[in-house]
C-alpha cells in the first residue's frame, strides 16, 4: 500500500469512548509501523455519521525521486 510510507500526521476525531477503542485497534493496519504517522486524537461530540462516529484528517508527502 503506497500511502502508508507516504503518511506523515493524522488528526483523529471521535464522537465517544467506544469509536476510539475501535480506531484504536483498526489505526495500525493503516500505517507503516517502522514509520508511525505523528498522530493527535480529540473527542468530538456527533463527530462523522451516526454509526462511524469518527472524522480523520491526514497529511501526507510524496517524495518523487
Known amino acids: 500500500m ?3 510510507s507516504h503518511l506523515v ?3 483523529y476525531y471521535v464522537s465517544n469512548d467506544q469509536h ?3 480506531l484504536n485497534e483498526i489505526r495500525p493496519k493503516y500505517y507503516d509501523p517502522k514509520r508511525p504517522p505523528a ?3 480529540a473527542m468530538v461530540k456527533n463527530v462523522g455519521s451516526s454509526k462511524a462516529g469518527v472524522g ?3 497529511i501526507g ?3 518523487e525521486k
Do not use: G
Open 20 to 22: 476510539s477503542a475501535a
Open 56 to 58: 480523520i484528517d491526514m
Open 61 to 63: 508527502v510524496v517524495i
Open 9 to 11: 500526521k493524522a488528526t
Open 39 to 41: 498522530a493527535s486524537k
Open 2 to 4: 503506497l500511502f502508508r
